[in-house]
């Protein structure tokens, strides 16, 4: 399995960004796949995680407001869109998927748990 995140870079302020996360080489159909950041000296954080199917959604309390998770199926391709950026979101993001094939885990529960599969990261910079 393999993640490919995508989309980050130097950013303005309250500028807008959508990040990618493209999920190949596998071939469960019922999926989930999360996006979380980390700053260096910090721990990693959950942002938002999406179900291949029903699409149900979760976001931490710090995401509802900015931020918007989207799945392209056909292309097994995971979409974070972010709005208003701050230098506070200045991270590294990654994104991971877990088989739910033989699993009754809601998103909430996928995303408290440790996930199977990640991907490098792209980092996200947001000047002032």
């Known amino acids: 399995v393999q993640l490919q995140a995508s989309g980050g870079g130097l950013v303005q302020a309250g500028e807008s960004r959508r990040l990618s996360c493209a999920a190949s080489?596998?071939?469960?159909?019922?999926?989930?796949i999360g996006w979380f950041r980390q700053v260096p000296g910090k721990e990693r954080e959950g942002i938002s995680g999406i179900m291949s199917i029903g699409r149900d959604t979760w976001y931490a309390d710090s995401a509802k407001d900015r931020f918007t998770i989207s799945l392209d199926v056909t292309s097994n391709t995971v979409y974070l869109q972010i709005s208003n950026l701050n230098p506070e979101d200045t991270a590294v993001y990654y994104c991971?998927?877990?088989?739910?094939?033989?699993?009754?885990?809601?998103?909430?529960?996928?995303?408290?748990?440790?996930?199977?599969?990640w991907g490098q990261g792209t980092q996200v910079t947001v000047s002032s």
């Open positions: 991971a998927a877990e088989d739910l094939t033989h699993s009754l885990a809601n998103i909430a529960t996928v995303m408290g748990n440790k996930m199977r599969y």
């Open positions: 080489g596998f071939d469960f159909h019922d999926y989930a």
